[in-house]
């Protein structure tokens, strides 16, 4: 008897191709629903509780956790459309046995260039620049921007994102520092300590993991070390960082400003910066349509070896 699969995304069943639909229905019983917003435990449980196989994206649920998964009992496979899995109790799962299967590698070039696109936004101020134009803002605003050639990037975390940020940031000359936990090697550039890359680095960009529950990193110690007049650049996870503490900094003028692939300021704290500050892109690093099409490709197939046993791109 083929196992019960059920999908959330937020186009149900168009989400994937023929072909794709073709695979899951061949290795379980499948049922999709579209999701456009997040769900309540309770909301989600009514959905999937005879679920073996759960496949499921950020945008149905904060959390997976003890609570979820106790009204999933049948779960044996969860499938998230994510390469972080911070927002997953990986300590329940491993109690109930439920095996999970993240996508590693589909939007690292996407979140990459993301990543540069923000950098190159805040050196050349290319947001303000927009709206002087269209004069939304006086025209008395300075636009005048920094070049990169010669700077120095300090990347906290070398891995996939991190080696690809570093890489793209070579070809626009910049010099590269960067600090891994894991004491990942890069010859992208030079091996430094935390406080040796906050201390001397033009451009910090946060490339790491965020543990679970974890403090940020970014903090007003962290910021004390950091170059007066640095920018700080986060796309991956909002919670390394401590968001007042950045607002106070950049109303120091100890930080020339901050971009974040969030939601975080509202109004009212940006109105109380000069502008340009703050650029926040809304948690849209991963989105690309070549992203897209890779991490759902990686999804079918981690839905798939997940209904068979196999292992594909599977975490411990």
């Excluded at 923000?118 to 605003?141: G, Y």
């Excluded at 969030?262 to 849209?284: N, P, W």
Aim: hydrophobic share 45%.
């Amino acid at each position: 008897m083929l196992p019960k699969m059920t999908i959330l995304s937020a186009q149900g069943a168009a989400s994937f191709s023929p072909a794709q639909l073709a695979d899951l229905s061949g290795v379980a019983c499948l049922t999709t629903h579209q999701v456009l917003h997040r769900l309540s435990n309770n909301e989600l449980i009514s959905l999937c509780s005879d679920a073996e196989i759960l496949g499921i994206t950020r945008r149905a649920t904060i959390n997976i956790d003890d609570d979820l998964l106790s009204g999933l009992p049948r779960l044996k496979g969860l499938a998230i459309y994510a390469s972080g899995y911070d927002w997953v109790d990986m300590k329940a799962l491993e109690r109930r046995g439920i095996t999970l299967a993240i996508l590693p590698d589909y939007s690292t070039r996407t979140v990459a260039e993301h990543t540069l696109g923000m950098i190159l936004t805040m050196s050349r101020r290319l947001h303000l620049s927009d709206r002087v134009s269209r004069e939304e803002l006086p025209p008395h605003i300075s636009l005048r921007g920094r070049e990169l050639a010669g700077k120095t990037l300090g990347i906290i975390g070398m891995g996939r994102i991190g080696k690809a940020i570093a890489c793209i940031a070579n070809a626009f000359s910049m010099k590269v520092v960067y600090h891994d936990r894991k004491d990942i090697k890069s010859d992208s550039g030079t091996a430094a300590s935390f406080d040796e890359i906050l201390s001397s680095a033009d451009v910090v960009v946060l490339a790491c993991s965020c543990e679970r529950s974890a403090p940020p990193i970014i903090n007003n110690s962290a910021l004390g070390v950091m170059k007066s007049g640095a920018y700080l650049i986060n796309p991956v996870r909002q919670a390394l960082v401590d968001n007042e503490a950045v607002l106070q900094a950049i109303k120091d003028k100890r930080l020339a400003g901050y971009a974040v692939d969030d939601r975080v300021f509202t109004s009212e704290q940006l109105a109380s910066l000069d502008h340009g500050r703050i650029l926040q892109t809304g948690h849209t690093a991963w989105y690309s349509n070549e992203a897209i099409a890779r991490g759902t490709q990686c999804w079918v197939d981690n839905l798939v070896a997940l209904a068979q046993g196999r292992p594909i791109n599977l975490v411990a």
